[in-house]
């Protein structure tokens, strides 16, 4: 998935649920965040490679692309195919309550499990969705690298290649949304009316069949109540600031995810 996402929706739903301002910033800023931690400096950890030739290193696939964008499953025939919601992804999320910078990367990769349903970090043809003569070798069978940004856009209907189904993104994308919302609710919130989840709802799929992603983004910011919200100005005012308190978190969120994935064939 992208920003408007990771970032925004994020922080609207923060706000609907009656978090800070600094509380929704911090973790939309993490979730967010965790798609530009592209290279790994004195810290010695990346959340993100941009480099998709990269996305072939092992290294890259165990450290970056498994535990923060492609969570493993409950296929037992495929193990590293992530899968809709799944428990390793819910695991992350409950082992973040106490820390909304851990929380904003868990979720991150809890709303990734949506999108990226049906594929997989670790290279295997699983994720091969053309013919070898379509495509420059130079995009490795590592995730959905095949088809470049296709999954990750809010309001685009695709064909899978692979089985020949049809995937509307809108639909991938509410129900992401009602998963990041239920734990919002289940850590700040429990004793929240059912009905607030349906009034949102309506609200949001209005906002998914936006065209434009900028107009996208306006609406959400709208929805959140915070029409000044950006996240260039956040990122300007927490990177420098908070930096050193999201790289712990994804320490954290990494040495949680290896050890759940240990079992799990190389």
């Not at 993490?30 to 030739?53: F, H, K, P, R, W």
């Not at 165990?62 to 296929?75: A, E, K, T």
């Not at 692979?162 to 639909?171: A, M, S, V």
Request: with cysteine.
């Amino acid at each position: 998935m992208q920003k408007d996402v990771h970032f925004y929706l994020t922080y609207a739903l923060c706000k609907r649920r009656g978090l800070s301002k600094e509380e929704s910033e911090k973790i939309a800023w993490s979730n967010q965040y965790t798609d530009d931690l592209t290279e790994a400096d004195l810290y010695g950890i990346q959340t993100q490679s941009a480099v998709v030739g990269n996305w072939a290193d092992r290294q890259i696939q165990l450290s970056v692309l498994i535990p923060f964008h492609f969570i493993p499953g409950s296929d037992q025939n495929h193990p590293w195919m992530t899968t809709r919601n799944n428990k390793n992804a819910r695991r992350l999320v409950n082992s973040a309550s106490n820390n909304l910078f851990q929380l904003g990367i868990a979720l991150h990769g809890l709303q990734d499990t949506f999108s990226h349903e049906k594929f997989s970090g670790w290279k295997e043809d699983i994720n091969s969705c053309f013919p070898w003569y379509y495509v420059k070798s130079a995009l490795p069978n590592v995730g959905h690298a095949e088809m470049r940004v296709i999954p990750d856009v809010v309001n685009y209907v695709w064909t899978d290649p692979r089985d020949g189904k049809t995937i509307d993104n809108k639909k991938r994308t509410m129900m992401a949304a009602k998963a990041t919302y239920d734990y919002l609710v289940r850590f700040f919130d429990p004793g929240h009316s059912p009905d607030d989840w349906a009034n949102l709802k309506k609200e949001l799929k209005q906002i998914f069949k936006i065209e434009s992603y900028d107009q996208r983004v306006d609406n959400l910011c709208s929805f959140s109540g915070d029409n000044e919200v950006d996240y260039a100005e956040v990122n300007n005012r927490y990177e420098p600031n908070h930096k050193d308190d999201f790289i712990q978190a994804a320490r954290t969120h990494l040495s949680i995810a290896i050890k759940l994935f240990s079992d799990l064939p190389l």
